[in-house]
């Protein structure tokens, strides 16, 4: 019934900067916390940036002061600017969401398909 996809994904040079959508679509009742995950190959999957309903944010320190999560609440998005990108922050990028679908359901955790970053050197 829900549905988190991700767009913005790419190719770009070191120093440059990309900007990452997710879009939430389907039963939705309300969204809670969204954030932003990244997995690179071989490696676990890692927590970047969160932000709650109200905008609370939080970050990884690895992309503090590089990175910026926002949302708009009508959109149901969330979005994450990355700036100053290094070869370090190539992976898949994925979008996660706490949604009920009802008034009367439970808040369950979503997951989008990912989203591929490449940074080159």
């Known amino acids: 019934q829900v549905q988190l996809v991700e767009s913005g994904g790419g190719l770009v040079q070191a120093g440059e900067s990309l900007r990452l959508s997710c879009a939430a679509s389907g039963s939705i009742f309300s969204i809670d916390a969204m954030g932003w995950y990244r997995q690179a190959p071989g490696k676990q999957r890692e927590l970047v940036a969160g932000?709650?309903?109200?905008?609370?944010?939080s970050y990884a320190d690895s992309v503090k002061g590089r990175f910026t999560i926002s949302r708009d609440n009508a959109k149901n998005t969330v979005y994450l600017q990355m700036n100053s990108l290094n070869a370090e922050d190539t992976a898949v990028y994925y979008c996660?969401?706490?949604?009920?679908?009802?008034?009367?359901?439970?808040?369950?955790?979503?997951w989008g398909q990912g989203t591929q970053v490449t940074v080159s050197s």
């Open positions: 932000i709650t309903r109200g905008g609370r944010t």
């Open positions: 996660n969401a706490d949604i009920m679908t009802s008034w009367a359901s439970k808040e369950y955790n979503y």
